[in-house]
């Protein structure tokens, strides 16, 4: 199956019988006609590298974060590695959470794709607001700024995505 792109001009399924130009574009490519098409087989592979690459990077990130505040927190070093450890994991809830976001918007029109993103967006800033509430509602447990920490891993791991993606491809070659 091919996902159509129906909503942007030039960017539909090959006509029946008719196969796809082969080119180094990735998963966009050109038909004899000149219109263009996503295969989604590719595409999910894709989007699922990305993912497990942020996934990596958050939990790498995690240990650093964790280890310098350790450095820093003095004898309360338990409650940062907490705080750190919730904030990551519902960061990586996140994460998982707006893949599967992203891909069932995917499958929609766009105007209930649009509300379903605002809706799943306001989600993800609920999750993250639970976290930092559960570390403030206990502070002998978990620290606040911990727990932001851990959250701010899911941003850094964005960034450094590309970084990670070539140390893993590097590392499984090895």
Same mark, same amino acid.
């Given at each position: 199956?091919? &996902? ?47 993912? &497990? ?25 338990? &409650? ?23 891909? &069932? ?70």
């Amino acid at each position: 199956q091919r &996902r159509a792109l129906t909503d942007q001009p030039g960017m539909t399924t090959p006509p029946a019988g008719q196969e796809p130009e082969t080119g180094n574009e990735g998963t966009t490519q050109t038909t004899d006609d000149g219109t263009m098409y996503i295969d989604p087989v590719e595409d999910a592979q894709n989007a699922a590298e990305t993912v &497990r690459d942020m996934a990596v990077g958050l939990a790498f990130l995690e240990l650093v974060f964790a280890a310098v505040g350790c450095i820093f927190s003095g004898k309360d070093w338990y &409650r940062w590695v907490l705080g750190v450890l919730l904030g990551t994991v519902a960061a990586g809830l996140m994460l998982r959470h707006l893949y599967a976001a992203v891909d &069932r918007a995917l499958d929609m029109d766009e105007e209930h794709a649009t509300k379903y993103m605002k809706k799943s967006a306001t989600l993800r800033i609920l999750m993250a607001g639970a976290a930092l509430s559960l570390g403030a509602f206990f502070p002998g447990v978990f620290h606040v700024f911990g727990v932001f920490m851990g959250l701010l891993c899911l941003k850094f791991a964005a960034y450094l995505q590309p970084l990670t993606h070539k140390a893993i491809k590097y590392l499984s070659k090895g």
